[in-house]
């Protein structure tokens, strides 16, 4: 089956610094979702991307759907210490079971005071 | 303005039991699911439903089944429970094809 490949698996930060992290497909996707998971709860969406190179902004948090429709890339900038939690990309294609969407692995995010 | 609620937030099972987990949302979502998240697993498909009488496997559907009588609940049934199903259980619903989810909080079920 298709798979999302997240990167990196983990990172430790220090407040203040920009954070970058990035999901691959061998298959293409017509949509790109970014979720944000805290101890406890539920996944909670982010930022939502529909086209190829599309670049979309959420206060500091700034995604973009690669030209490929093959990747996308979550960019936190001056990260602050709620900032913790894990992230998960998520993608869709419409021509696979009726647009469910698959998840990566997720990245967890550490920031230290 | 509870979205998606799900209960049990907590449980423990013995190996053979069995027990659902509820899910209920007041969003009037056509689409619901049910998801397992893993450690380092991320989260995976268990099943799925686009409509009341409507359901269908995702990519873990073993040992699992659903129902969709109604457009806000969508319960998940373990008929026998495995210490493999040990694991937090989310739902999810979505109102098209094109919106993300809206997950509720999770299930966290220990089988022993």
């Known amino acids: 089956g298709q798979q999302l490949n997240q990167s990196p698996q983990s990172m430790f930060i220090q407040e203040g610094e920009d954070v970058s992290m990035n999901c691959t497909s061998s298959?293409?996707?017509?949509?790109w979702l970014w979720y944000k998971q805290e101890p406890g709860e539920g996944p909670v969406l982010l930022i939502a991307?529909?086209?190829?190179?599309e670049l979309t902004s959420n206060g500091r948090l700034t995604a973009q759907f690669g030209i490929t429709r093959k990747d996308s890339f979550l960019n936190i900038s001056a990260s602050i210490p709620s900032d913790v939690g894990i992230y998960f990309c998520?993608?869709?294609?419409?021509?696979?079971?009726?647009?469910?969407?698959?998840f990566g692995k997720g990245t967890k995010l550490s920031v230290k005071p | 303005n509870a979205g998606v609620t799900q209960t049990p937030k907590f449980q423990v099972l013995k190996t053979g039991q069995s027990m659902t987990l509820q899910c209920a949302q007041d969003?009037?979502?056509?689409?619901m699911s049910w998801y397992r998240q893993d450690p380092g697993m991320g989260l995976r498909l268990i099943h799925y439903?686009?409509?009341?009488?409507?359901?269908d496997q995702g990519e873990v559907p073993n040992g699992y089944n659903v129902s969709r009588s109604t457009t806000e609940d969508f319960p998940l049934r373990l008929l026998s429970a495995a210490p493999s199903q040990t694991s937090v259980y989310f739902c999810?619903?979505?109102?098209?094809?094109?919106?993300?989810?809206?997950f509720g909080s999770g299930t966290r079920l220990t089988v022993v």
């Open positions: 998520a993608g869709r294609n419409y021509g696979g079971s009726q647009g469910n969407l698959i």
């Open positions: 298959s293409i996707f017509n949509t």
């Open positions: 991307l529909y086209k190829a190179g």
């Open positions: 969003m009037n979502h056509e689409y």
């Open positions: 439903s686009v409509g009341a009488g409507i359901t």
């Open positions: 999810a619903t979505g109102g098209r094809p094109n919106y993300g989810y809206t």
